[in-house]
């Protein structure tokens, strides 16, 4: 999937395809965005052209109340090889703060048209546009087929009566409803990253763990996981992972520490992807390391016992 992030890598791009674009945030990809990509893709098939989607950086969200945002499911690289794996042929990341300014109307001549060479959008029943947010799905429909511009809006996906969305993925994770966040998701929520070396205290208390950084303002889970560990060669390995400031040993800021069950290997800076299956309990303080130790002893049995079942 080629990727850019300037109007001006667009204009540079030597392919003169016509393009079907999905637009969207795209934030965990679940499967109601999966399903606006199958219809960019086919729309793409249809043109002889090339499937593109049109995201956001930084999200709007957090373009207007960094402080306040919501947490990310995905930060960017982990959306870009999602849509990557999807089979998109492009991507193109906007500098919200270039966009955000532009009236519906420029919107769709100077970015999708004149920018994009788009002839078919798709987009989300929710989708809204320009300055304010104020064009909307109708007006782009309308100025679409003035100027030969198809618009496909998809409707919303349910799971189990529940509208499917990042939000509603959020919540699923915050209350440690992993099956939930599975099934909108259709996977393991995951979080990836380089394995970094920490403090030691892991290996020292005999769970040597692989510390990955979040680089994330706030992760949208926390607590102790029943995991799979991928990147590492072809099979997925079992494992227990923890997400949180490990106040034992006085806190900090937020760490994905994952101990990979009868792996005994030098990984660091090994890219990896962290898979959650279950919640086991929720991060908790102890006395002293002897307890904490003794506490590990029971994590990792209820993570072998869940990653069996």
Same mark, same amino acid.
């Given at each position: 999937?080629?990727?850019? *992030?300037?109007?001006?890598?667009? *204009? *540079?791009s030597s392919s003169a395809k016509p393009r079907a674009v999905a637009i969207g945030v795209f934030d965990g990809l679940h499967i109601g965005h999966q399903a606006i990509l199958a219809?960019?893709?086919?729309?793409?098939?249809? +043109? @002889? #052209?090339?499937s593109l989607a049109l995201t956001f950086e930084p999200t709007p969200k957090e373009f207007f109340s960094p402080a306040t945002a919501p947490p990310r499911l995905t930060r960017f690289r982990e959306r870009f090889e999602q849509l990557d794996a999807f089979g998109l042929d492009e991507l193109f990341c906007a500098k919200f703060g270039a966009v955000r300014d532009l009236a519906p109307r420029a919107f769709i001549d100077d970015l999708l048209? @004149? @920018? +994009?060479?788009?002839q078919h959008v798709v987009v989300g029943d929710d989708f809204r546009f320009g300055s304010?947010?104020? @064009?909307?799905?109708?007006?782009?429909?309308?100025?679409? *087929?003035?100027? #030969?511009l198809a618009v496909t809006e998809v409707p919303p996906v349910f799971l189990a009566g529940e509208r499917v969305s990042s939000t509603a993925i959020r919540q699923a994770l915050k209350a440690g409803d992993m099956a939930t966040a599975r099934g909108m998701l259709g996977r393991d929520y995951s979080i990836s990253g380089r394995v970094v070396r920490g403090l030691g205290l892991g290996r020292q208390l005999g769970f040597p763990t692989a510390n990955v950084h979040l680089k994330r303002i706030q992760a949208p889970i926390d607590g102790i996981f029943a995991a799979r560990v991928s990147g590492l060669g072809g099979a997925l390995l079992d494992g227990v992972a923890s997400v949180g400031t490990r106040p034992t040993i006085g806190g900090g800021a937020a760490l994905l520490e994952v101990l990979i069950f009868d792996f005994d290997r030098d990984i660091y800076g090994e890219y990896i992807t962290v898979h959650f299956v279950k919640r086991l309990r929720e991060e908790r303080h102890f006395a002293d390391l002897e307890a904490l130790k003794r506490q590990m002893h029971v994590d990792v049995a209820a993570a072998r016992a869940a990653l069996t079942d």
């Amino acid at each position: 999937m080629r990727l850019y *992030r300037t109007f001006a890598s667009l *204009r *540079r791009s030597s392919s003169a395809k016509p393009r079907a674009v999905a637009i969207g945030v795209f934030d965990g990809l679940h499967i109601g965005h999966q399903a606006i990509l199958a219809k960019v893709r086919a729309a793409a098939g249809e +043109l @002889g #052209g090339s499937s593109l989607a049109l995201t956001f950086e930084p999200t709007p969200k957090e373009f207007f109340s960094p402080a306040t945002a919501p947490p990310r499911l995905t930060r960017f690289r982990e959306r870009f090889e999602q849509l990557d794996a999807f089979g998109l042929d492009e991507l193109f990341c906007a500098k919200f703060g270039a966009v955000r300014d532009l009236a519906p109307r420029a919107f769709i001549d100077d970015l999708l048209i @004149g @920018g +994009l060479r788009a002839q078919h959008v798709v987009v989300g029943d929710d989708f809204r546009f320009g300055s304010d947010r104020s @064009g909307t799905v109708a007006e782009l429909e309308a100025y679409g *087929r003035q100027h #030969g511009l198809a618009v496909t809006e998809v409707p919303p996906v349910f799971l189990a009566g529940e509208r499917v969305s990042s939000t509603a993925i959020r919540q699923a994770l915050k209350a440690g409803d992993m099956a939930t966040a599975r099934g909108m998701l259709g996977r393991d929520y995951s979080i990836s990253g380089r394995v970094v070396r920490g403090l030691g205290l892991g290996r020292q208390l005999g769970f040597p763990t692989a510390n990955v950084h979040l680089k994330r303002i706030q992760a949208p889970i926390d607590g102790i996981f029943a995991a799979r560990v991928s990147g590492l060669g072809g099979a997925l390995l079992d494992g227990v992972a923890s997400v949180g400031t490990r106040p034992t040993i006085g806190g900090g800021a937020a760490l994905l520490e994952v101990l990979i069950f009868d792996f005994d290997r030098d990984i660091y800076g090994e890219y990896i992807t962290v898979h959650f299956v279950k919640r086991l309990r929720e991060e908790r303080h102890f006395a002293d390391l002897e307890a904490l130790k003794r506490q590990m002893h029971v994590d990792v049995a209820a993570a072998r016992a869940a990653l069996t079942d």
